[in-house]
């Protein structure tokens, strides 16, 4: 399970996950808004919940390994569930906004580290397959 390098990806992006929960994607202009000055994915409640959601899911995804099909499904759905985040972020964007903050990376590493485990399970699946027909 460690020695794989997609475990590695999915760990990654659940970490970017949870921590865009801390870190901002937007800094907000302090002068029109009485919060903190920052959108977090805590600001609205179904980014929150696709967020966890998905941090969830990639953490959940790490245990599959036996089951490379299903982790290889999962994995798809977790990566729309990511550009479906992204795409909210921008959606509920106001007239407060400033500028987008440069902890929004972690935004946007979540559906790159899921591509990259999504490369190393098929991977996997096509060393498996190759393997049984050598039998």
């Known amino acids: 399970m460690i020695q794989r390098s997609q475990t590695l990806w999915l760990l990654l992006a659940a970490v970017c996950a949870f921590l865009t929960f801390i870190f901002p994607f937007y800094n907000l202009n302090t002068l029109l808004v009485t919060d903190s000055g920052e959108f977090t994915a805590t600001h609205h409640i179904v980014i929150t919940i696709l967020t966890s959601i998905l941090g969830a899911l990639c953490l959940f995804?790490?245990?599959?390994?036996?089951?490379?099909?299903?982790?290889?499904?999962?994995?798809?759905?977790?990566?729309?569930?990511?550009?479906?985040t992204v795409w909210l972020y921008f959606y509920y964007k106001d007239e407060s906004v400033s500028g987008v903050s440069l902890f929004s990376i972690f935004t946007f590493l979540i559906p790159i580290f899921i591509l990259m485990a999504i490369r190393g399970i098929y991977r996997d699946i096509k060393l498996i397959k190759s393997l049984d027909r050598i039998r």
């Not at 599959?64 to 479906?84: G, H, P």
């Open 61 to 84: 995804l790490i245990f599959l390994y036996k089951n490379r099909k299903l982790q290889l499904r999962l994995s798809f759905v977790a990566l729309l569930l990511s550009a479906i």
